[in-house]
């Protein structure tokens, strides 16, 4: 393993994409290695890892492990990670310590698999201060998780399976959905955008594209079972189908999933440097293509910009914002926000407070840049405190919040259409859902309504989610 490195990194981008459809096989022993046992898994991160856990789940389920959402009566831990940023290591070390108490009173099995075990810092820590995690997996090994369960049982040292099996694509895998009305749908994985300050190029590999036939029959066999919502994943999925040898892009694919006829199809997310005007057509042309955008900024500086290696400018991503806002009746924007950059200046972070002001934000995830081990900004030298982020950050998530509520404001007394999707969690005898817009709505139903879309007035609006009543 080498530490991510940005020149051999690029180099990849030439290779040849493999799909595979027959790496998933499972032998009898394997398949009795879970029984009268359960498992316990905790995810972080993004929904890409949401997705892989629902392969890890299935696979444990085919091992005839039982799920446990206790971690003391697990038999098996599964941490799936993320290393977007400093807090989130923090939080899975964190709970590293309760499970090394919990191993000194009871046998159990625990691996660490997601996007810190393909980074090398963190193998090497593991390797020397955590030496009674039982085996380590990569992004590109879950498939072989059988296989590595079954050397950890009978071997009982640490097995590490961290490789880049970066030119593949692996079909088969099988699957537990969590949600029975709504889907996440791999289209791709992988980044080749490389912007300065990211890991995931190095934790997730080369942009590997799905085959489009791989896709819609996914998308079809999830109608049949009664799926009503598609979420079309990727970390830029506007460069779907780029690294394909036919000529077939996003938007075409978005054409294909919509022609299926499934109720609502998402994506996320949209790089703007993709975002072209055939994909912006295909959205308001398609009833079930929701009208809702993430649209990352990250800075509205374009000097920032451009250190980022965002490949636009403050007025190029302006244009398209304006662009999808008249294109795309009613659609919601949400963004993905950056401060403190290194030397990010207070004119800087203005800028990014203007284009906020602008754009009136749905909502926004907003962070304070976190250097990563081995990418390009981690080594620029910087010059602004730790204070003036956090005070950036604060004033930042004022204006964020003062245009969420805002744009929920605005949906008192309107009717919308809701996919109720599950119990809610908040409200006693009320189903919650999301909106074409994305805006989550409790609603007093009973279960009978439970993957239905019905139509809803909004009764009223609290800070992250709305109340509503079913209108016939
Ligand atoms: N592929 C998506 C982003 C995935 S990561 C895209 O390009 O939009 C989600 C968000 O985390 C990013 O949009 C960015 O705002 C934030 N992020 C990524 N790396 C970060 C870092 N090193 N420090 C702080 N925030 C970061
Ligand atoms: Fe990271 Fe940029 Fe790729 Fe998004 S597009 S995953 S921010 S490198
Ligand atoms: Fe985190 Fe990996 Fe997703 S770093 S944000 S889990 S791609």
Known sequence: MNLPN??????????????????????????????????????????????DSENIKAILNDMNFNETDTLEQADLIILNTCAIRENAHNKVFGLLGRIKHLKQTKEVMVGFGGCMAQEEVIVDEILNKYKWIDFVFGTHNIV????????????KK???????????????????????????????YGCDKFCTYCIVPYTRGKQRSRLPKHIIDEVNSLIKEGY???????????????????????????????????DRIRFVTSHPWDFNDEMIDIISKYDNIMPYIHLPLQSGSSKILKLMGRRYTKEQYLELFKKLKSKISNVAITTDIIVGFPNETEEDFNDTLDIVNTCKYDSAFTFIFSPRVGTPASKMLDSISLEIKEARLQKLNQLINKYSKENNDKYLNKTVSVLLDDYSSKKKDCLKGYTDTMKLVN???????????????????KTWSMDGEIVE
Not at 443 to 453: E, N, P, R
Request: some cysteine.
């Open 6 to 51: 940005l020149n051999e990194a690029r180099k990849r981008t030439n290779k040849k994409v493999e799909i595979r459809e027959d790496k998933y096989k499972l032998s009898n022993t394997q398949k009795a290695i879970g029984i009268n046992k359960n498992y316990f898994i905790k995810t972080y991160g993004c929904q890409m890892n949401e997705h």
């Open 443 to 461: 609603v007093k139903a009973d279960s009978s309504y439970l993957g239905k879309i019905v139509n809803v007035k909004i009764t009223s609006i």
């Open 144 to 155: 072989n998780l059988p296989n590595i369960i079954e050397n950890a049982t009978n071997n």
């Open 158 to 188: 640490q097995e590490i399976e961290v490789f880049s099996g970066e030119g593949e694509v692996i079909e088969n895998i099988p699957v537990k959905r969590d949600n029975k009305y709504k889907a996440w749908v791999n289209i791709m």
């Open 228 to 262: 009503k919502e598609v979420t079309l994943l990727g970390q830029n999925v506007n460069a779907y189908g780029k690294d394909l040898e036919i000529d077939y892009t996003m938007a075409n694919l978005l054409e294909d999933v919509a022609k299926t006829k499934i």
